[in-house]
């Protein structure tokens, strides 16, 4: 059995030299173990974070930030 090759998280184009892929990280998923993210070596550096996510994150250190001077 052949494991499905490796997608770009930049260009959502398969990797398919494995020479070329480059682990970025790890994304959780909600009712499993989740993925790996991965990206072509040339575009490792053009990913950057969800922005919803640091959107959020900045929401809840904002608001603590607040409560903190009370």
Do not use: F, Q, Y
């Amino acid at each position: 059995m052949n494991a499905a090759p490796h997608v770009c998280h930049h260009c959502d184009e398969p990797i398919t030299d494995p020479d070329d892929a480059v682990l970025l990280g790890h994304e959780m998923g909600n009712s499993g173990p989740g993925w790996d993210i991965w990206a072509h070596r040339k575009h490792a550096n053009l990913v950057g974070p969800d922005p919803v996510a640091v959107s959020i994150l900045a929401r809840v250190l904002l608001a603590r930030a607040a409560g903190a001077e009370d």
